[in-house]
Each structure stands twice: as structure tokens, then as C-alpha cells.
């Protein structure tokens, strides 16, 4: 562990350790003891430029029986170098043999000193009256036996090991394995105003500035010009999401003798000057040094800028001129050729190199002095494992740190899981006199799976205790999520954290989390709640914690929103919650998404959302008044050009209207003059001017539209239809007979004799092969269209067969007779009875089959009408409610609907599948003989004994919805 004792070592010579700052007033002290008999040993007077300072200084302390460590006003934290831990192992390995003896100087706090020096007895000189008799009391005490400089009890509450946390310049005391890089960063220190320490993650570089490189500084080890540097002020910051926010929050501890109000005061003039002047943090500076008391700075001071986790700049600023104008202030303070030389490090994590190079100006220094933290090699693991067990008492048992470092391997960033182990490994099993055994570190979970083991067991505590779902959103609000790279820590104000619940329960999880050092805390207390701040210990543990990397891969998404949403609300909110900084469209669907399955979202996020909720609903209420305005207005101005233009019409057709009249006057009067060429010209011109009922009548007059006159019965003809091809004409005569006319010449084509009364109706089959006939001699009768053969007689009425009919496939008829019934006849078996429609109380005026076939309607004198199913003559529907006899009923075109016309001055429009009234056509003022649709379906014509015909618009259940909509 450290130098063989020195056996010829004299008890009167002794080593004076101090820090550069305290270097003339421990020379002071030094030349005090020389004149009281002792043999000092004191670099400044010892050391020549050139020398190699550590081997010099261990010579030293091997040859001398104590280390005096001068403890002036600045206390011993930040500048215990390798002298003293030098001591301390001389002191660990011979407790009897050399002393290790704390002198505090004027200034010095006993209640500061580290537990090396706290248990010893000090020599005082503050008070100058008593400074005689505390030199003669040190004289004394080094004459007599000495003892452990840490007592055995400091162990029991204390570990040698850091776990996950960073060490910092107070630890540097237990910093052991990194001497020769700390003797690097010093010599590169000088070769330039900026150093860029690089390393992966867990090498250690952030330990190796703040615990090896600040406490060198301090002691007084940089050379500069053949010359030791005593004086230095040191910030050590981190960018954070607000880089300088956080550099001026650290500038006040260069300079810690100001008032609170002086440092206050610089404080809110840097917040403004800091990041719009390039110059501002050098100016800062300067005037830092002018501000502060004379003789606080002496002429030889330099200052050292640490940017540690330099990283952050990159994965938590997001503004990409904010990151220029922190790195360009950084670069402009860093200068050594002035009256206050300034150095700056950055201490970087090596996968975040390549983003230092978008700064042309950066990637030159980063060229020009670039220290990169190698992987400690197995000896130096082993022996800053052993000089820590040594100094605290403990011991390993053979082989264990064989296991160690063979599970550290060669991936680099191990450091962190090795001393988290040892950690684990002290907590559960350390203590002076312990033995750190295998059985142990295999029962901790060993080097991979101590720490995730760790996190688990804390983090089931915490489940057992119901905060298992506030645990798990904590850490992963202490996590920065990597966009191509790794995941890293997030370093969160402590304030967010106690909004997720009552705040005295989440302080409490987070003291007890920072207890069992997966997180810490820094800031100022209670006094400045808001710069107070919680990260993970380390990024050991986002990488090595199984069940947190699970967490990350189910809330990535979730939390890349979340916390979109909330850098969009915290500037809404900077802006003075500014309309115009509210999401909108998409986004803004996504916030309320997954606000809705997130009621704990913070208040800050909910208030944003529902304002952008609010901004979106009343810029949709606005556009929709717009639009009603706009389409108020289009129709206004679309209905005032519909008025003119029908007034323009109105006047054009009032116009063709009496041309047309004038016209078909004047072929009226060529038509009397027997002019009826000429007359009929001039009606044709009326007709196309418009088509008036005189241009019309003109027409008439001047055109006769006889094409033949079919005469032969002997009695008045009763009912006339057309063929299907409109080729022939069937007429029925009150004669007894039903005759086939050609209807181009009016010549006979076939006389259908045989029924024995009037033939009160007559129909051509679909295809026009047959003709059936009803008569009053209670028949019905097929006859062949082409030659007027009977094919079939339909007997089996009662009384008259008033109508009969073909079906639309023409393999059926329907008969409808006085007898109060209707009957269905199968034309292709000649005749034969289908079914009988009985049921009405009064005679069946008429029958018809629907477009498909599949029923028949009938009309009857008892004032109703009724469907039924064609095939087995089953009552469908009864259509109830004329008061009068119905004369004639029809479907629409499409089935859906029929027509009746009764005596009781009406048509009604009926639903055919269910027999509700759909629509009642008024306005006859005598009975309704008849009533069919159109070919479309939309209208419906009625035929009445009041001398006029009405043609009516049926409306669909489709169009009432259209017209309410419109």
C-alpha cells in the first residue's frame, strides 16, 4: 500500500502541508517551528523548478516522523492532495509512529475539518498570544506515541467507496489510481486556456477534474514561468436546460468573500449581460475580482471555469443559438496572456464529441488540447481498491478483487458498477476489521447485477408501500431521453418532482432514494427552494437498472410528449401566456389524448392544453360565423341575381308568350281562309316561340291527328290499350266482343268473340302473344292476340269480372269481379285457379299486380283497399280510411308504395309492405276514377268526374330529411 517506513526517520523532522492560498502564512509557521529545533520540510523552500513535485514530496514524508497540515481560512476540502493521502497511509500503516497533526491557522473553522484531521488534537494559532504555547504543546505531542489519524467509529457511519456518486474536491483524500493523470491535466493546463476532457460514460472523468485536477490547483502544483500558482478561484457548473442561468448561479463562488447583497445584485445584472454579449462573462469576472475586498486577490490569482457534464448542452438546451452563444462566451473568457488569466474545461462524454465540432470554433481548441480519460489499468483498480479497505480498517479476501476486475472487463464506463459494488459491498458487510468476501459480492448480485439488484429491492419497498407508481414517474423524469444516442440523466428541479403528489411524501421518497444513493440533491436548502435540484446518481444506472430501461420502453413516446408539451407551456407561460405560443391541429389533438390518460399530468401542462383547447374552439366558433356570414351574404346576392334573372325571364317568356298568342291568331285566321299550309307554318312558329294551349290548339286545327279510326262494334267500347310494342290496339265493347286493330291503319287484325255479355276491359300480355278480357257474363277470358283464338276461359266468378290483368312476367292473372273478390289464374297452365282473394264486403273494382310480381292490390266498393301475397293469396296489408268506394288502386314503379282513388274525392299514397297512410293527394270536388305513378316514381296523376286531371309530388322519407337538413 504505501513505502516502507523509514526506520532512520527522526522524530524532530517533520513535513508542513498546506494549500497554495495559505503558502506565506505556513511559511510563517514554518520558520517558527525552525527556530524552535524542528527539521521542516516546506516545498517552496524545498522544491527547485524542474523538480518532479510528488516523488520529492513522498521522499519527504518517508523521511520525516509527522505531517503538519496548515488549515487556513478556506479550510482543508479543496486542496487535500496526494501528500496528504501519502500521510494518511503512513499514518493507517504505523499509528504509533507518525503523527498527523492539524495546525489551524487564522481563518480556519475546527467544526470544517474532514474526519482525517477532525479526530486529532489541533495545534490553534489563531489567537497570536497563544500561538507560543501551542507550538510548545506540538513539540510535546511529537515526542509521544501516536494514533490512527480515523478512528475506527468513523467507519461504522462512513464508506471508502462513492457508490455512484461523483467524488468531489472533499473526497479527494479517499481519489486514489489517478496521480498520473492529474499530473497530465496539469501540464496541459498550461499549454492552453481551454481543456476538453473527454471520456465514456462511468470512466470517471468528472471525478478525476473535480477530485484530482481542482485540489492540485489548490495545493499549488501548476507551474507557471518556473513559478508554483498559490492563488486560484474555481466554479464548477453544469449547462443544465438553461445554461446561463446555471453559469450565473455559479459565478458568485469565485468570489465568496461578497455580501449576499453585493453577489445578488450580480446576479440579476449577469442574467441580462451574459447572454447577449460574448464578452459579458469575462467582463463578469473582472468585475468580480474590482467588487471584492482588496488583498482577496492577489496578483498571481487565476481562474478556472469547470463546464462539467458538458453534454447537457446538447441534449437539454434545444435552442440551437442559445447553445452558440454559451459556447462562443466560454471560448472568449478562456485567455491567459491578460491581467486575470482564465482557463476553462469542459468535461464531455465521448459520444457527444462530434457534436463540439458544429462549432468551427470549438472543434480548433478541441484539436489544439484534448485530454482523454484512459481506462485505469488493473493495478492502479486494485491498489486505489486496497489503499481505500486499508485507510478504513477493511480488508478483501484473496481472490475477491481477482473477481472484480475480471467482471469489469474492458467495456469502457465500468468504473461506476465497480464502486457501486464496493459500496453495496461496505453497506451491507464493511466496517474496520471487516473482510469483504466472494460469498458477499456473489450474494450483492456481483458487478452487472449489484446495481440493477439494488434499485429492485428499493424499488419494491417502495411498491409495498403503495408508491410504487410515483417511484417509477420520478425516475423516468430524472432521464433525458437520447435522440440517436444514449439515454442520460436530467438534471430536474426539485420543485417539478413535488408536484407529482402531496409534497411531504415525495420528499420523503427522494430522501430516501438519495439515502440509498440512487439519486442526489444539490441547491441552496430551503432558502431558495427553486434552485434546488434532483438527477440520478449516475448514468451507471439507466444503463444497468433492467426494470428502468422497461419503464423507457414503454413511456418513451408518452414522455417525449409530455415533455414537448410542458418546454411548450413553460415558454407560453414566459411569453405571458401569449396566444400565439398554443398548439394547435395535431399536436393539439395528441395533448388531449394523452392528457386524458394522464389525470396527474402537472398544472402547468393542463392549463396549457385546455388554453389551446379554448384558442382552438373559439377560432373554430369564429370561422364557422365567418363562413355563416360569407354564406349569408353569397345567398343574399345569389338570391337578388335569381330575382333578376327571373324578372328578366318573366319578361322574356311574357314576350314569347304573346308572340305565340299573336301567332296562333294569325294561323287561326289562314286556317279560316282555307289557307292550311300556310296556317299550319305559322302554328308551328307559335309553338316554338312558346308552347302556349292557342299555339297548341293552332296545331290541332292545322295538323289533324286522326291516324286511323277503328270502327266495327256494334255497341259502345268501354276500354282500348296498346300493345307492348305499340303495334295493335285491343278495344272492349259493350257488343260482347274484343277486337285486335292494327294501330298504324286501323285495320282488323283478330275479333275475339265468345263471352255472352259486355266486355268491360281488355290487356295484351307482357309480350303481346295474348289478350285477356273481362266480362259481365261472370268469365274471364285468353284469347291468342295474333289470330283470336280462346286459349283459355276463367270461370268461376259469381257476378261480373269488372278488370283483369296480366302479371309483369305474364304467367299470371288477376281478375277482379263484383262477386267481392279477386282471383289468380296461371296463364301457362291455360287457366288453372292459383288462389282466391275473398275477404272484401263489396265488389272488387279493380286488381293489379306490383312491378315484381310478388303482390297483388285490389280496390274494392266497401271503401278499402288490400294487398296480398300473390303466390298463396295470404292478406298482406289492409289500406283503411277512404269514405267512399275505391275505384282503382296501383304501385309505384318501384313496389314501394300504392295509389287509390275513391269516390270520396281523394287519392292516398300508402306504405305497400306495412299499409300506414304515407300521403293524402286533396283538392277534386268530385269522385277520383283513377290514380297511377309516374315512370320515375316522384308524381302521381289522378283522373275525376269534377272534369279534371291533378298531377301531385310524392315526397320520400329521403327528401323530407333533405329539406329539414337544407
Known amino acids: 500500500m504505501s513505502p516502507p517506513l523509514n526506520a532512520d526517520r527522526s522524530p524532530g523532522h517533520v513535513f508542513l502541508s498546506h494549500a497554495g492560498a495559505d503558502t506565506q502564512a505556513a511559511h510563517q509557521f514554518a520558520e517558527i517551528l525552525r527556530h524552535s529545533g524542528l527539521s521542516v ?42 501528500e496528504v493521502r501519502f500521510g494518511l497511509e503512513r499514518n493507517t500503516q504505523d499509528p504509533q509512529g507518525f503523527h498527523l497533526i492539524p495546525v489551524l491557522g487564522e481563518g ?145 463562488g469565485l468570489a465568496p468573500e461578497l455580501s449576499r447583497d453585493e453577489i445578488e445584485e450580480s446576479i440579476a445584472r449577469w442574467k441580462v449581460n ?98 482523454t480519460v484512459a481506462r485505469m489499468s488493473p493495478d492502479q483498480l486494485r491498489k486505489a481498491i486496497q489503499n481505500r479497505l486499508a485507510l478504513a480498517g477493511g480488508h478483501a479476501q484473496p481472490g475477491l478483487l481477482d473477481s472484480l476486475l475480471t467482471d469489469l472487463g474492458e467495456e469502457p464506463g465500468n468504473l461506476a458498477l465497480l464502486e457501486h459494488a464496493l459500496g453495496q459491498l461496505w453497506e451491507k458487510h464493511g466496517g474496520s476489521g471487516c473482510t469483504l468476501t466472494s460469498d458477499a459480492y456473489t450474494a450483492i448480485g456481483r458487478l452487472r447485477g449489484a446495481l440493477g439488484r439494488h434499485a429492485d429491492q428499493v424499488y419494491e419497498n417502495f411498491s409495498k408501500q403503495g408508491h410504487g407508481s410515483l417511484v417509477q414517474r420520478i425516475f423516468l423524469e430524472l432521464v433525458q431521453l437520447g435522440e440517436g444516442a444514449p439515454d442520460t440523466r436530467r438534471r430536474v428541479p426539485k420543485q417539478t418532482l413535488l408536484q407529482f403528489d ?77 396566444s400565439d405560443a398554443l398548439v394547435q391541429g395535431a399536436l393539439l389533438a395528441q395533448a388531449e389524448e394523452w392528457l386524458c390518460k394522464h389525470p396527474e399530468a402537472l398544472p402547468l401542462v393542463r392549463e396549457f392544453v385546455q388554453a389551446s383547447r379554448e384558442a382552438r374552439d373559439e377560432a373554430v366558433r369564429k370561422e364557422r360565423e365567418r363562413r355563416e356570414r360569407e354564406l349569408a351574404r353569397e345567398q343574399q346576392l345569389r338570391q337578388e341575381a335569381e330575382r333578376r334573372e327571373q324578372a328578366q325571364r318573366a319578361a322574356a317568356t311574357q314576350q314569347l308568350l304573346a308572340e305565340s298568342r299573336e301567332l296562333a291568331a294569325q294561323a287561326e285566321a289562314l286556317l279560316s281562309q282555307g289557307k292550311s299550309g300556310e296556317a299550319l307554318d305559322v302554328a308551328m312558329r307559335a309553338f316554338g316561340r312558346a308552347k302556349t294551349a292557342e299555339a297548341h290548339l293552332a296545331i290541332s286545327h292545322a295538323f289533324p291527328q286522326l291516324v286511323a279510326k277503328l270502327e266495327g262494334h256494334s255497341a259502345a267500347v268501354r276500354h282500348a290499350a296498346f300493345s307492348p310494342d305499340g303495334q295493335r290496339v285491343v278495344t272492349a265493347s259493350g257488343d260482347h266482343t274484343a277486337q285486335v286493330w292494327n294501330a298504324a291503319n286501323g285495320q282488323l287484325v283478330a275479333k275475339l268473340e265468345g263471352h255472352s255479355d259486355a266486355v268491360s276491359s281488355a290487356a295484351f300480355s307482357p309480350d303481346g302473344q295474348r289478350v285477356v278480357t273481362a266480362s259481365g257474363d261472370h268469365t274471364a277470358r285468353v284469347w291468342n292476340a295474333a289470330n283470336g283464338q280462346l286459349v283459355a276461359k276463367l270461370g268461376g266468378h259469381s257476378d261480373a269480372v269488372w278488370h283483369a290483368a296480366f302479371s309483369p312476367d305474364g304467367q299470371r292473372i288477376v281478375t277482379a269481379s263484383g262477386d267481392k273478390t279477386a282471383r289468380v289464374w296461371n296463364n301457362a ?31 274494392s266498393g266497401e271503401n278499402t283497399a288490400r294487398v296480398w301475397n300473390a303466390a298463396n293469396g295470404q292478406l298482406v296489408a289492409k289500406l283503411e280510411g277512404h269514405s267512399g268506394w275505391v275505384e282503382h288502386a296501383a304501385f309505384s314503379p318501384d313496389g314501394q308504395r300504392i295509389v287509390t282513388a275513391s269516390q270520396d274525392n281523394t287519392a292516398w299514397v300508402w306504405n305497400a309492405a306495412n299499409g300506414q297512410l304515407v300521403a293524402k293527394l286533396e283538392g277534386h270536388s268530385a269522385a277520383v276514377n283513377h290514380a297511377e305513378f309516374s315512370p320515375d316514381g316522384q308524381r302521381v296523376v289522378t283522373a275525376s268526374q269534377d272534369g279534371t286531371a291533378q298531377v301531385y309530388r310524392i315526397l320520400t322519407l329521403a327528401d323530407i330529411a333533405d329539406i329539414l337538413k337544407d
Request: hydrophobic share 40%; net charge neutral; glycine share 6%.
Open 41 to 82: 520540510w516546506f516545498d517552496k523552500d524545498s522544491l527547485l523548478p524542474g523538480d518532479r513535485w510528488m516523488e520529492r514530496l513522498e521522499e519527504a514524508i518517508r523521511a520525516s516522523s509527522a505531517m503538519l497540515v496548515y488549515v487556513g481560512s478556506r479550510g482543508v476540502q479543496s486542496w487535500v492532495d496526494r
Open 108 to 252: 480556519s473553522d475546527p467544526a470544517r475539518l474532514p474526519p482525517f484531521l477532525g479526530q486529532q488534537q489541533c495545534a490553534d494559532l489563531r489567537d497570536p498570544n497563544r500561538a507560543p504555547e501551542e507550538i510548545r504543546r506540538i513539540l510535546h505531542v511529537l515526542q509521544q506515541a501516536s494514533r490512527a489519524a480515523i478512528s475506527a467509529d468513523y467507519w461504522k457511519d462512513h464508506s471508502p467507496f462513492r457508490s455512484l456518486r461523483t467524488f468531489e474536491p472533499e473526497d479527494s483524500w479517499l481519489f486514489f489510481g489517478r496521480d498520473s493523470d492529474t499530473d497530465r491535466l496539469l501540464a496541459q493546463l498550461r499549454r492552453h486556456a481551454l481543456l476538453v476532457v473527454t471520456g465514456n460514460s462511468g470512466s470517471g472523468k468528472s471525478s478525476l477534474v473535480r477530485a484530482g485536477l481542482v485540489p492540485a490547483l489548490h495545493r499549488g502544483r501548476f507551474q507557471h514561468n518556473g513559478s508554483y500558482v498559490s492563488s486560484w478561484r474555481v466554479a464548477v457548473f453544469r449547462p443544465s436546460a438553461k445554461p446561463f442561468q446555471a453559469l450565473t448561479e455559479a459565478l458568485p
Open 274 to 371: 451574459l447572454p447577449e454579449n460574448a464578452e459579458g462573462l469575462r467582463n463578469a469576472i473582472v468585475a468580480l475580482k474590482a467588487t471584492s475586498r482588496s488583498g482577496t486577490w492577489s496578483s498571481d490569482t487565476r481562474v478556472l471555469l469547470v463546464a462539467d457534464q458538458f453534454e447537457e448542452l446538447f441534449t437539454l438546451t434545444d435552442d440551437k443559438e442559445t447553445r452558440k452563444r454559451y459556447i462562443d462566451a466560454l471560448l472568449a473568457v478562456a485567455q491567459l496572456e491578460t491581467s486575470l488569466p482564465v482557463h476553462v474545461v469542459l468535461a464531455l462524454r465521448a459520444d457527444f464529441f462530434s457534436h463540439c465540432l458544429e462549432h468551427s470554433a470549438l472543434s480548433q481548441h478541441l484539436a489544439a488540447n484534448l485530454f
Open 502 to 578: 402531496c409534497p411531504e411524501k415525495v420528499e420523503a421518497i427522494l430522501a430516501s432514494l438519495a439515502s440509498s444513493r440512487l439519486v442526489s440533491a444539490e441547491g441552496k436548502g430551503a432558502a431558495s427552494p427553486e434552485e434546488n435540484f434532483v438527477e440520478v446518481s449516475h448514468e451507471a444506472l439507466i444503463r444497468e437498472w433492467p426494470q428502468l430501461r422497461e419503464w423507457l420502453k414503454d413511456k418513451r413516446e408518452d414522455l417525449r410528449l409530455e415533455r414537448g408539451l410542458l418546454a411548450r407551456a413553460e415558454e407560453w407561460r414566459r411569453l405571458g401566456k401569449d
Open 829 to 859: 297452365a291455360n287457366g288453372q285457379l292459383v288462389a282466391k282473394l275473398g275477404g272484401h264486403f263489396g265488389g272488387v273494382e279493380h286488381a293489379a299486380f306490383s312491378p315484381d310480381g310478388q303482390r297483388i292490390v285490389t280496390a
